[in-house]
């Protein structure tokens, strides 16, 4: 029985005297099991198996392979290939594409498809090729025509995604050399990018189209000119007659071309290897974990009678992630890929026979080749699964699932079943006893992950049928995210009519995600038969939904109401969807209003189209001068490659050690003990540090506000640092971390929400206030009076590269290097040095880039820093942290929730008297940042409005969750959406469209104050507005979105427009200043070097093109290696927009400097060359390095008064966007956008756009899809991202318009740019605004008013929820208020 009792982990909960402690262990033995102890009657197994593989061309032969090991971790830590990137661990974001291919003996050929390399057993690629980023191009070879032109258009600012994403396109073209948009959108389906918005990397990709050889446009360029060329395309070209004007982002011209013989070819020797095959089974013995692929099906019966609790496994998508994550471990696992008779496909009398290995892509290939060639009644069924196949995950990740373990996972959110149910599939069953035949129903589904297979059998295959002519057949399902994201609620549904009549004769109705089970509703099948299919049966089918289908509402996932009401709207759909064909075949009479029509239809993924323009520079300018260019950033081609480094790539230092973060459990708690002696046991550990290993402070001081490093006594949040293992290798510290046994007392109060911190009165200091006018009195006097709420959730930053570095101690004066990923390398260093008791002077801080940062790498990564030099210090070795993503999501805190509450008085027309908010930020358990945060919410909230009387308070909750910090906007996305909702709710009241209250209240005099009395000039913002409502159409599409929603019932369309006006810059006015150091080499090359971070935002990119034209030498000859405290000291952290400002400037400093030393020397040779003159200055003694500073604007904003400068300029914007949502659903599709932003004298129009595109869509995310749920007991549950949706490329827009706006100058900043970073954040909004009024229009259909409360973000659960209508009623009575609820709203 050694092999019994796998992977459970138990909870055991030890208590006396109010303490309790908490432990996770696994109640397996199979940590003492060795290998040896595992008997293998039917295949000798003495010795493991050899495994064979090819990576990049190269052969891999592992005599010691274990099953554990994932692609991923061998490609990056065994063979140094760190293109491959680790985002998430569990398949989620596509950051570890490769390409995988493998000779297909039933096919006679090659097959290639994407993997997520941190799901890809390495023992599960015997026989396989891989090809790697690395693989395809490099910079010092040839680049693959992929990596070159995502680099050109601009695809890849952090770079983090961009080798999953040219993987994933590299791979199509393997495949298909011409593809379609559509497949290009498939093909980058589950991919994430968190930086760009998606626009640019389809453009750069779209090149490979045959109809695609013009830029984004109307995709009709072909043979024709395009709608660019021709002025067709919908947003209104309104520079027509400007000739400066261009929309030409990236030259079209001068591609590489596509040439196949530049790939890889598939190993000869793989090739013969598949051919000769033998029947023999391999195997694989880890530590931990042991594997058998046999490859004939004989074998695999015996191994399943000899070893039934052996979990099979196919793609291991399903299992992977449980023994990643849960540590769920199987001491042996069968793997059933290499059996011919699972990965069979035949097409038969019965339909569709496919294997149960076989993947889910195949399935979808099978079934798309089987509706194109056979009719239409016999494809319904498949039709029906196609839809489902369509948005199921990725297509990496359809690549490795099977149909089995789909199905066999038996978990009711997986898609599959439902669908498969409804149509009557069968299983066809084998194990050593026999085969057999089951129904596919819910008796095959017994329990959450259980089946009614008996242990010792195998699923052969699955039998599709074809659908027979009385068949109707669909499929639903509604996720967070329309495409790449698990559904809370899907259901397949199969209705026989008889024969030429509307009388039922059977129905199948199946849900998943409404219980631990699959649904089969059984009343509301049984009781439908015989009757007709009208609306008498629609209204019983209802009342038997009700009883059949009980959602609990503390289920799993929470969301039961919402889930129960799509119990309802799916059956409604269907039943429409079948009177419409009855009514076409003449046998239902039954009335379908047409307004009811647009239900029918699933919202398509479109590909995104869209214009971006900017102005080109004067023709004055020197074409050898970039400065207004749109150049491509300055590692692009190194990202694209895999070449850039990150942290995590550095090959590893001699002796390097690895460290773990154990964190609490509990969210305030005293710590009573912390046993060590499990984990210090466990191989690999070396030691674990707490704060008694601290030589200096174990405390963080950001502006006198403590936070300590480790918690000593107490903890305040679940998910605090208590102490952190450090071991050889990850895995062991990981494994250690675990056994850290933690005994606490909880302690009171325990509260984690803005209601509840208002409650206790819990609040940090200082509180805010600021006010203009007097509002207490122009309330008495207002015409009307509104007083409400806006709830805004918070937000994940979701970089793709999570937080970590290596701390690399010198062995000499106590020296430490940093190596670290952090957007504040100064307070990084200053925090280390105090941590350990050393000098800054000893501690040197090195960033070379950051895959992505958006605020979230200023504070947490210098905490991490400090706990890891004191590691490094303690052991004397090298350490490294690379937080995975779930703690990463844990520790490190994001954007505040935001709770305002308003008072305003308004008049009929939609003027704003006057405006009360106050402002409560949830800050979690420590101050870091929130204070400053709440501070520019507070200052942003008049927004571009000049209401006369106006005050705005800010609190700043103290709460038990992990502290909340800086993220992109600081604050300013909160604090704008609260006046914006206050304008939106005016209108509402007053029946006016919202952008018209929104005009009349704008600030319009040349002279403006803000509520804190700061100058400036709102022209721009005014120009921004009007011309993005005209670009937009607004007026006339108003008016055809309120013709498209008088004539439809179920679907809905709002638009909406919001202006911005966004300070720039620090208000604290110490931190604006930059810095930089720029050294001539005697070649003339330029070594430039800044206190700022490249994080994505091409700063390094602009500040070279500055460089470049100071100094006049090329773009090519100016390098920017990388961020370093040694060279430039004491900077600010890259953020507040003002990066390019303050970095900009200094450089220029510096190399101006150099320029008055080097001109006599020119103005003596002018005939002389930049190398010559540069040489000259060297024999001439003349210094070839020059410091630049930039001593930015003394900003600053005085509290007690509530005035000040607290900007040094504005940024202004204007962004209009439409949508639509399904009312039944809650889906909804983001029509398009218009944005019009001022950027000043754009310094890259190409980066600048790219900014606005990709703020924007992380907007999106903030204000419509990023959700982050916490249990009644603080625990952050949303900790990867399948339970966290940032936007995908479904997300984008299906016409997204960016124009920067012409003549603009702000004499402030460098080159009289303007910083761009955070604004666009902001321009999500008016999604949010767009779907409020689209709910609104869908309330009217039932008489309810107008106003009503939605929250941010506007997710699928709320949208529908709002759109009250009789399914919402008959969910809402279902549910039992008592339960806990499976999450709250913080
Ligand atoms: C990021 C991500 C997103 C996803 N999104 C979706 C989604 O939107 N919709 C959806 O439906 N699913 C989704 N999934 C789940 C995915 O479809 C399943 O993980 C996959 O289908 C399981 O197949 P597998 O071959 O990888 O199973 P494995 O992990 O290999 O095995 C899973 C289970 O199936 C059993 N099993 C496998 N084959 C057999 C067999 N022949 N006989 C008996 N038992 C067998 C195994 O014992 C095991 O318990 C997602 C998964 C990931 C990682
Ligand atoms: S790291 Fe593999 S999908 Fe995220
Ligand atoms: S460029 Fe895509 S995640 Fe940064």
Redesign the pocket.
């Given at each position: 029985m050694l092999l019994s009792g796998y992977g459970k982990w138990n909870r055991l909960n030890f208590s006396a005297q109010g303490m309790t402690c908490d432990v996770r262990r696994s109640d397996s033995v199979h940590e003492d099991l060795t290998t040896q102890s595992l008997t293998f009657k039917l295949i000798s197994m003495s010795s493991p198996s050899e495994l064979i593989f090819f990576v990049n061309g190269k052969k891999v032969v592992e005599k010691n392979a274990d099953p554990e090991e994932v692609l991923l971790s061998f490609l990056r830590r065994k063979a140094g290939l760190t293109g491959t990137k680790y985002g998430c661990g569990?398949?989620?974001c596509g950051a570890c594409t490769v390409m995988v291919s493998r000779y297909s003996c039933h096919q006679e050929r090659v097959v290639h498809c994407t993997v997520?390399a941190c799901?890809q057993q390495i023992v599960t690629l015997h026989g396989a090729a891989v090809v790697t980023v690395e693989g395809i191009g490099s910079t010092k070879t040839k680049l693959h025509p992929v990596q070159e032109r995502i680099a050109k258009a601009h695809g890849s600012q952090c770079g983090f995604c961009t080798p999953g994403m040219v993987m994933s396109m590299y791979t199509l073209l393997r495949n298909k050399p011409q593809p379609s948009m559509d497949d290009i959108r498939e093909a980058l389906g589950g991919n994430i990018c968190r930086c760009t918005g998606y626009r640019p990397i389809l453009d750069g990709f779209k090149t490979f189209c045959e109809s695609e050889q013009t830029s984004a446009c109307c995709q009709n360029g072909g043979g024709g000119k395009c709608c660019m060329e021709n002025g067709m395309n919908s947003s209104k070209n309104i520079n027509s007659e400007e000739s400066d004007i261009s929309e030409e982002l990236f030259p079209m011209d001068n591609f590489l071309p596509l040439d196949p013989s530049q790939d890889l070819i598939f190993p000869p020797e793989l090739l013969i290897m598949e051919k000769k095959r033998s029947g023999d089974a391999l195997y694989f013995q880890g530590q931990r974990v042991n594997l058998v692929a046999p490859s004939e099906l004989s074998h695999l019966m015996e191994l399943k009678a000899e070893h039934p609790s052996a979990?099979?496994?196919?793609?291991?998508?399903?299992?992977?992630?449980k023994m990643l994550l849960k540590g769920n471990l199987p001491p042996l696992v069968v793997y059933?890929g290499r059996i011919p008779e699972?990965r069979a496909v035949t097409w038969g009398e019965n339909g569709l026979t496919v294997g149960?290995?076989c993947s889910?892509s195949t399935l979808k290939e099978e079934l798309e080749k089987a509706v194109v060639e056979m009719e239409e009644a016999r494809t319904r069924g498949y039709r029906a699964m196609l839809q489902t196949l369509q948005?199921?995950?990725?297509k990496q990740?359809r690549n490795?699932?099977?149909?089995?373990?789909?199905l066999?996972?038996a978990?009711p959110?997986?898609?599959?079943g439902s669908v498969s149910a409804a149509v009557d599939c069968t299983l066809h069953i084998i194990s050593k006893d026999g085969t057999r035949e089951l129904s596919l129903n819910e008796k095959l589904f017994t329990d959450f992950?259980k089946t009614a297979?008996r242990p010792n059998?195998?699923?052969?295959s699955i039998n599709i049928p074809y659908s027979k002519p009385w068949e109707f057949v669909a499929s639903y399902r509604q996720?967070q995210r329309r495409e790449?994201?698990?559904?809370f609620v899907?259901a397949g549904m199969k209705v026989v009519i008889r024969e030429g009549s509307d009388i039922v004769e059977s129905l199948n109705i199946y849900y998943g995600g409404v219980g631990s089970t699959l649904v089969k509703p059984r009343q509301t099948c049984q009781q439908l038969v015989g009757r007709p299919w009208g609306e008498n049966l629609l209204t019983e089918a209802c009342h038997f939904l009700k009883e059949d289908v009980d959602v609990s509402s503390s289920i799993h996932g929470g969301r039961g109401e919402y889930r129960k009401s799509l119990v309802f709207s799916f059956f409604f759909k269907f039943y429409m969807q079948v009177v419409l064909e009855m009514r076409e075949r003449g046998v239902s009479d039954v009335d379908l209003p047409l307004e009811y029509l647009s239900a029918l239809k699933p919202f398509k993924n479109e590909v995104p189209q869209g214009q971006q323009s900017y102005q080109l520079v004067s023709g004055a300018q020197s074409s050898a001068d970039p400065v207004g260019r749109p150049s491509m950033h300055q590692s692009a081609f190194q990202q694209a490659t895999g070449e850039a480094k990150y942290y995590d790539d550095l090959p590893p230092v001699k002796g390097e050690l690895f460290i773990f973060m154990v964190t609490s459990t509990r969210a305030h708690a005293k710590i009573i003990n912390v046993d060590l002696s499990v984990a210090l046991e466990m191989p690999g550990v070396v030691t674990v540090v707490s704060a008694g290993d601290v030589p200096g402070s174990n405390c963080r001081l950001w502006f006198n506000n403590p936070e300590e490093l480790f918690a000593s006594e107490e903890v305040f949040c679940v998910g605090q640092i208590i102490c952190a293992v450090v071991a050889e290798s990850r895995e062991q510290a990981r494994r250690a971390a675990q056994k850290v046994l933690i005994t606490y007392q909880d302690l009171q109060p325990v509260f984690f929400t803005i209601e509840d911190a208002i409650k206790h009165k819990s609040y940090f200091e200082p509180k805010r206030e600021v006010e203009r006018g007097d509002v207490d009195e122009a309330l008495k006097t207002a015409e009307h009076i509104l007083e409400d709420e806006i709830y805004m959730g918070g937000q994940e930053h979701f970089y793709m590269e999570t937080q970590g570095l290596i701390a690399v101690p010198r062995g000499e004066n106590n020296e430490m290097d940093l190596f670290a990923s952090t957007q504040h390398a100064a307070f990084t260093q200053e925090l280390v040095g105090m941590a350990l008791g050393i000098e800054s002077n000893k501690i040197t801080c090195h960033v070379k880039r950051l895959g992505g940062g958006f605020g979230g790498k200023v504070m947490k990564i210098a905490s991490l820093s400090a706990i890891t030099a004191v590691a490094a210090h303690k052991t004397g070795r090298a350490v490294r942290c690379c937080l995975e993503r779930g703690d990463d999501m844990l520790i490190t805190g994001g954007r505040h929730p935001f709770l305002g509450k308003y008072k305003v008085g308004y008049n009929s027309v939609g003027t704003i008297i006057a405006a009360d908010i106050i402002y409560y930020s949830n800050g979690g358990c420590t101050l870091d940042e929130s204070s400053f945060i709440m501070d520019k919410a507070i200052l942003h909230m008049d927004n571009g409005y000049k209401i006369p009387n106006l005050r705005g308070r800010g609190v700043v909750c103290k709460t038990y969750l992990p502290s909340y910090t800086a993220f992109r906007g600081f604050g300013g996305p909160q604090g704008l959406m609260v006046i914006e909702s206050v304008l939106h709710e005016v209108a509402v009241r007053c029946g006016l469209p919202p952008e018209k209250v929104r005009d009349i209240n704008m600030y319009r005099e040349e002279q403006s104050y803000t509520h804190y009395k700061q100058l400036f000039c709102p022209t721009n913002m005014v120009r921004c507005w009007n011309e993005c409502l005209e670009r937009a159409d607004y007026e006339d599409r108003l008016g055809a979105i309120r013709l498209f929603n008088s004539s439809n019932r179920w679907k809905k369309r709002g638009i909406a427009a919001v202006p911005q006006k966004f300070g720039v810059g620090f208000s604290k006015g110490f931190y604006n200043q930059g810095a930089a150091l720029v050294n001539i080499f005697k070649d003339g090359s330029v070594l430039v070097t800044h206190g700022g971070t490249e994080m994505g935002q091409g700063i390094n990119t602009k500040a070279i093109q500055i460089a470049s034209r100071v100094l006049k030498v090329p773009m090519s000859s100016i390098f920017i290696k990388e961020t370093c405290t040694g060279n430039v000291p004491n900077a600010a952290p890259s953020a507040a927009s003002f990066g390019t400002d303050s970095v900009g400037m200094a450089v220029k400093d510096a190399c101006e400097k150099l320029m008055r030393r080097l001109k006599p020397l020119m103005k003596e040779n002018p005939q002389n060359t930049w190398k010559q003159w540069v040489s000259d200055a060297f024999f001439q003694k003349i210094s070839l390095s020059a410091t630049g500073f930039f001593m930015g604007p003394a900003t600053n904003v005085d509290w007690e008064k509530g005035e000040g400068q607290a900007y040094y300029y504005f940024t202004y914007g204007a962004c209009c966007s439409e949508v639509e949502i399904d009312c039944l659903t809650g889906d909804h599709k983001n029509i398009r956008t218009d944005i019009v932003m001022d950027v000043g004298k754009s310094i890259n129009p190409a980066l600048d756009i790219g900014q606005v595109e990709g703020g924007f869509v992380q907007g999106v995310g903030l204000y419509t899809i990023e959700e982050l749920q916490f249990s009644p007991d603080g625990v952050l549950m949303t900790r990867g991202?399948?339970q966290y949706k940032v936007p995908a490329l479904c997300d984008v827009p299906a016409e997204f318009n960016v124009h920067l706006l012409t003549d603009s100058e702000n004499p402030h900043a460098i080159y009289l740019s303007k910083g761009i970073g955070e604004p666009p954040v902001f321009f999500g909004s008016t999604l949010f605004f767009a779907i409020k009024a689209a709910i609104a229009e869908a309330r009217k259909e039932k008489g309810l008013g107008d106003t009503f409360p939605l929250s941010s973000p506007a997710t699928a659960e709320k949208i529908r929820m709002a759109c009250q209508d009789q399914f919402t009623e008959m969910a809402s009575s279902q549910t039992n208020g008592t339960a806990t609820p499976w999450c709250i709203q913080v």
């Amino acid at each position: 029985m050694l092999l019994s009792g796998y992977g459970k982990w138990n909870r055991l909960n030890f208590s006396a005297q109010g303490m309790t402690c908490d432990v996770r262990r696994s109640d397996s033995v199979h940590e003492d099991l060795t290998t040896q102890s595992l008997t293998f009657k039917l295949i000798s197994m003495s010795s493991p198996s050899e495994l064979i593989f090819f990576v990049n061309g190269k052969k891999v032969v592992e005599k010691n392979a274990d099953p554990e090991e994932v692609l991923l971790s061998f490609l990056r830590r065994k063979a140094g290939l760190t293109g491959t990137k680790y985002g998430c661990g569990s398949g989620g974001c596509g950051a570890c594409t490769v390409m995988v291919s493998r000779y297909s003996c039933h096919q006679e050929r090659v097959v290639h498809c994407t993997v997520n390399a941190c799901l890809q057993q390495i023992v599960t690629l015997h026989g396989a090729a891989v090809v790697t980023v690395e693989g395809i191009g490099s910079t010092k070879t040839k680049l693959h025509p992929v990596q070159e032109r995502i680099a050109k258009a601009h695809g890849s600012q952090c770079g983090f995604c961009t080798p999953g994403m040219v993987m994933s396109m590299y791979t199509l073209l393997r495949n298909k050399p011409q593809p379609s948009m559509d497949d290009i959108r498939e093909a980058l389906g589950g991919n994430i990018c968190r930086c760009t918005g998606y626009r640019p990397i389809l453009d750069g990709f779209k090149t490979f189209c045959e109809s695609e050889q013009t830029s984004a446009c109307c995709q009709n360029g072909g043979g024709g000119k395009c709608c660019m060329e021709n002025g067709m395309n919908s947003s209104k070209n309104i520079n027509s007659e400007e000739s400066d004007i261009s929309e030409e982002l990236f030259p079209m011209d001068n591609f590489l071309p596509l040439d196949p013989s530049q790939d890889l070819i598939f190993p000869p020797e793989l090739l013969i290897m598949e051919k000769k095959r033998s029947g023999d089974a391999l195997y694989f013995q880890g530590q931990r974990v042991n594997l058998v692929a046999p490859s004939e099906l004989s074998h695999l019966m015996e191994l399943k009678a000899e070893h039934p609790s052996a979990p099979l496994t196919g793609g291991n998508t399903t299992i992977g992630p449980k023994m990643l994550l849960k540590g769920n471990l199987p001491p042996l696992v069968v793997y059933v890929g290499r059996i011919p008779e699972l990965r069979a496909v035949t097409w038969g009398e019965n339909g569709l026979t496919v294997g149960a290995a076989c993947s889910l892509s195949t399935l979808k290939e099978e079934l798309e080749k089987a509706v194109v060639e056979m009719e239409e009644a016999r494809t319904r069924g498949y039709r029906a699964m196609l839809q489902t196949l369509q948005c199921l995950a990725g297509k990496q990740i359809r690549n490795m699932a099977t149909i089995g373990g789909n199905l066999l996972s038996a978990n009711p959110t997986y898609d599959l079943g439902s669908v498969s149910a409804a149509v009557d599939c069968t299983l066809h069953i084998i194990s050593k006893d026999g085969t057999r035949e089951l129904s596919l129903n819910e008796k095959l589904f017994t329990d959450f992950g259980k089946t009614a297979l008996r242990p010792n059998e195998v699923l052969l295959s699955i039998n599709i049928p074809y659908s027979k002519p009385w068949e109707f057949v669909a499929s639903y399902r509604q996720a967070q995210r329309r495409e790449f994201a698990f559904s809370f609620v899907n259901a397949g549904m199969k209705v026989v009519i008889r024969e030429g009549s509307d009388i039922v004769e059977s129905l199948n109705i199946y849900y998943g995600g409404v219980g631990s089970t699959l649904v089969k509703p059984r009343q509301t099948c049984q009781q439908l038969v015989g009757r007709p299919w009208g609306e008498n049966l629609l209204t019983e089918a209802c009342h038997f939904l009700k009883e059949d289908v009980d959602v609990s509402s503390s289920i799993h996932g929470g969301r039961g109401e919402y889930r129960k009401s799509l119990v309802f709207s799916f059956f409604f759909k269907f039943y429409m969807q079948v009177v419409l064909e009855m009514r076409e075949r003449g046998v239902s009479d039954v009335d379908l209003p047409l307004e009811y029509l647009s239900a029918l239809k699933p919202f398509k993924n479109e590909v995104p189209q869209g214009q971006q323009s900017y102005q080109l520079v004067s023709g004055a300018q020197s074409s050898a001068d970039p400065v207004g260019r749109p150049s491509m950033h300055q590692s692009a081609f190194q990202q694209a490659t895999g070449e850039a480094k990150y942290y995590d790539d550095l090959p590893p230092v001699k002796g390097e050690l690895f460290i773990f973060m154990v964190t609490s459990t509990r969210a305030h708690a005293k710590i009573i003990n912390v046993d060590l002696s499990v984990a210090l046991e466990m191989p690999g550990v070396v030691t674990v540090v707490s704060a008694g290993d601290v030589p200096g402070s174990n405390c963080r001081l950001w502006f006198n506000n403590p936070e300590e490093l480790f918690a000593s006594e107490e903890v305040f949040c679940v998910g605090q640092i208590i102490c952190a293992v450090v071991a050889e290798s990850r895995e062991q510290a990981r494994r250690a971390a675990q056994k850290v046994l933690i005994t606490y007392q909880d302690l009171q109060p325990v509260f984690f929400t803005i209601e509840d911190a208002i409650k206790h009165k819990s609040y940090f200091e200082p509180k805010r206030e600021v006010e203009r006018g007097d509002v207490d009195e122009a309330l008495k006097t207002a015409e009307h009076i509104l007083e409400d709420e806006i709830y805004m959730g918070g937000q994940e930053h979701f970089y793709m590269e999570t937080q970590g570095l290596i701390a690399v101690p010198r062995g000499e004066n106590n020296e430490m290097d940093l190596f670290a990923s952090t957007q504040h390398a100064a307070f990084t260093q200053e925090l280390v040095g105090m941590a350990l008791g050393i000098e800054s002077n000893k501690i040197t801080c090195h960033v070379k880039r950051l895959g992505g940062g958006f605020g979230g790498k200023v504070m947490k990564i210098a905490s991490l820093s400090a706990i890891t030099a004191v590691a490094a210090h303690k052991t004397g070795r090298a350490v490294r942290c690379c937080l995975e993503r779930g703690d990463d999501m844990l520790i490190t805190g994001g954007r505040h929730p935001f709770l305002g509450k308003y008072k305003v008085g308004y008049n009929s027309v939609g003027t704003i008297i006057a405006a009360d908010i106050i402002y409560y930020s949830n800050g979690g358990c420590t101050l870091d940042e929130s204070s400053f945060i709440m501070d520019k919410a507070i200052l942003h909230m008049d927004n571009g409005y000049k209401i006369p009387n106006l005050r705005g308070r800010g609190v700043v909750c103290k709460t038990y969750l992990p502290s909340y910090t800086a993220f992109r906007g600081f604050g300013g996305p909160q604090g704008l959406m609260v006046i914006e909702s206050v304008l939106h709710e005016v209108a509402v009241r007053c029946g006016l469209p919202p952008e018209k209250v929104r005009d009349i209240n704008m600030y319009r005099e040349e002279q403006s104050y803000t509520h804190y009395k700061q100058l400036f000039c709102p022209t721009n913002m005014v120009r921004c507005w009007n011309e993005c409502l005209e670009r937009a159409d607004y007026e006339d599409r108003l008016g055809a979105i309120r013709l498209f929603n008088s004539s439809n019932r179920w679907k809905k369309r709002g638009i909406a427009a919001v202006p911005q006006k966004f300070g720039v810059g620090f208000s604290k006015g110490f931190y604006n200043q930059g810095a930089a150091l720029v050294n001539i080499f005697k070649d003339g090359s330029v070594l430039v070097t800044h206190g700022g971070t490249e994080m994505g935002q091409g700063i390094n990119t602009k500040a070279i093109q500055i460089a470049s034209r100071v100094l006049k030498v090329p773009m090519s000859s100016i390098f920017i290696k990388e961020t370093c405290t040694g060279n430039v000291p004491n900077a600010a952290p890259s953020a507040a927009s003002f990066g390019t400002d303050s970095v900009g400037m200094a450089v220029k400093d510096a190399c101006e400097k150099l320029m008055r030393r080097l001109k006599p020397l020119m103005k003596e040779n002018p005939q002389n060359t930049w190398k010559q003159w540069v040489s000259d200055a060297f024999f001439q003694k003349i210094s070839l390095s020059a410091t630049g500073f930039f001593m930015g604007p003394a900003t600053n904003v005085d509290w007690e008064k509530g005035e000040g400068q607290a900007y040094y300029y504005f940024t202004y914007g204007a962004c209009c966007s439409e949508v639509e949502i399904d009312c039944l659903t809650g889906d909804h599709k983001n029509i398009r956008t218009d944005i019009v932003m001022d950027v000043g004298k754009s310094i890259n129009p190409a980066l600048d756009i790219g900014q606005v595109e990709g703020g924007f869509v992380q907007g999106v995310g903030l204000y419509t899809i990023e959700e982050l749920q916490f249990s009644p007991d603080g625990v952050l549950m949303t900790r990867g991202p399948s339970q966290y949706k940032v936007p995908a490329l479904c997300d984008v827009p299906a016409e997204f318009n960016v124009h920067l706006l012409t003549d603009s100058e702000n004499p402030h900043a460098i080159y009289l740019s303007k910083g761009i970073g955070e604004p666009p954040v902001f321009f999500g909004s008016t999604l949010f605004f767009a779907i409020k009024a689209a709910i609104a229009e869908a309330r009217k259909e039932k008489g309810l008013g107008d106003t009503f409360p939605l929250s941010s973000p506007a997710t699928a659960e709320k949208i529908r929820m709002a759109c009250q209508d009789q399914f919402t009623e008959m969910a809402s009575s279902q549910t039992n208020g008592t339960a806990t609820p499976w999450c709250i709203q913080v």
